[in-house]
């Protein structure tokens, strides 16, 4: 999928400070005008996977992020390329978004059972291990009594007297904008352009009847806020020789407080007292892996960063890992003993600029002793 050069929230016409609400709003909106499904318009699925795209950016707290502060060289920095998660068609991603209905989009598809969103929601650190989870669902599965063709046992099917066999309806809007056409399918047969007579007394003449199900999805480690995993074939079945919808399973990774992710690395800060960042200090602090030691050598300033390679991330259905990058912050004390006072006030005596002159580090002179 080309990635559009164009100003996502200019593509779904909300301002830089819309809410997650107004954002799923504008886009369902335009979604429904611009869909292949419903549109007539030539560039209609060029202009439904741009706003698509601008959705699955601006809908993930992380990648808005980064939009917002870099633009769409951030979004590539961040490892971000749209759609590089399985998102079937568009009709899929259609049904993705705004489905669990029951029998599908249109008459095209009459066959097929509509598809099943799902969400879960994991911690940081799981996303970065990766897990799995148990995710219940109701999905419509064939009826056992009239074996999924709606009729009560021993009773024929008609034709649909409300679309005469069709299958569809075309309904005539009328707004500001003019007149429309659209096509939908028929609501009394749901598009089989054929009813029961009688119908099914389990099912109501649908053919299906809801059941409960628990899928076990596993998520793979480094996934991202917001993405989705479709399991085909477990959504809603279809009707009578149609294959049963699929599931997409939208994963939440919740923000830990101990760490920021952008794209594949994490950052972290650790404080150092003023005495741990003159003398040099052993500290712990979290990881994803865990609390790590990290030795800081004498005179460490802060804004220093240190790195930890490849403790970062995983790379997301690729290899490796990204980096922690943890930032150094030294704490001033905010209040003193007379006693402490006194000692840093002496101290500050016996300082002269020599003191806080750069130098060849503790370990940079172990290092060279080695040499
Ligand atoms: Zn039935
Ligand atoms: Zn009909």
Redesign the pocket.
């Known amino acids: 999928m080309a990635t559009t050069g164009r100003d996502y929230y200019e593509l779904l016409g909300v301002s830089k400070d819309a809410s997650e609400a107004e954002i799923k709003r504008a886009f369902r909106r335009l979604a429904r005008e611009l869909h292949p499904d419903v549109s007539e318009a030539a560039d209609a699925e060029e202009r439904f996977r741009e706003v698509a795209e601008a959705y699955q950016v601006l809908s993930n707290t992380e990648t808005r992020q980064l939009y917002d502060r870099y633009g769409h060289a951030g979004l590539q920095g961040g490892g971000f390329s749209p759609g590089t998660f399985d998102f079937g068609s568009l009709s899929d991603i259609f049904s993705a978004f705004f489905g669990d209905d029951l029998f599908g989009a249109g008459g095209g598809r009459r066959a097929r059972g509509a598809d099943v969103v799902a969400e879960v929601a994991i911690d940081l650190v799981e996303a970065s291990r990766g897990v799995d989870r148990e995710v219940a669902l109701e999905v419509a599965v064939a009826?056992d009594?009239?074996g999924g063709n709606?009729a009560d046992p021993g009773t024929p099917i008609v034709t649909c007297a409300t679309c005469r066999g069709a299958g569809r309806l075309q309904q005539v809007s009328r707004s500001v904008f003019g007149e429309f056409v659209r096509t939908q399918a028929c609501p009394r047969c749901a598009g089989a352009g054929r009813v029961p007579e009688r119908p099914?007394s389990?099912?109501g003449g649908s053919?299906r009847v809801v059941d409960e199900r628990t899928l076990e999805v596993t998520i793979p480690p480094g996934i991202h806020d917001g993405q989705q995993i479709r399991i085909s074939g477990e959504g809603h079945a279809g009707s009578v020789g149609g294959r049963a919808g699929d599931v997409y399973v939208r994963v939440r990774v919740r923000p830990d407080e101990r760490f920021v992710r952008e794209g594949d690395d994490i950052f972290s800060t650790v404080d150092l007292t003023i005495a741990q960042a003159a003398l040099g200090a052993t500290v712990t602090t979290d990881t994803l892996d865990g609390p790590a030691d990290l030795e800081f050598e004498p005179g460490t300033q802060p804004g220093q960063i240190r790195i930890l390679r490849g403790r970062g991330m995983p790379v997301l259905q690729g290899f490796g890992r990204g980096d922690h990058r943890v930032l150094v912050n030294v704490v001033v004390p905010h209040r003193l003993t007379t006693e402490q006072r006194e000692l840093l006030e002496r101290f500050e005596q016996l300082s002269s600029d020599d003191t806080y002159r750069a130098d060849e580090g503790f370990f940079e002179k172990l290092k060279s002793a080695f040499r």
């Open positions: 009826c009594r009239c709606g099914c389990e099912c053919g």
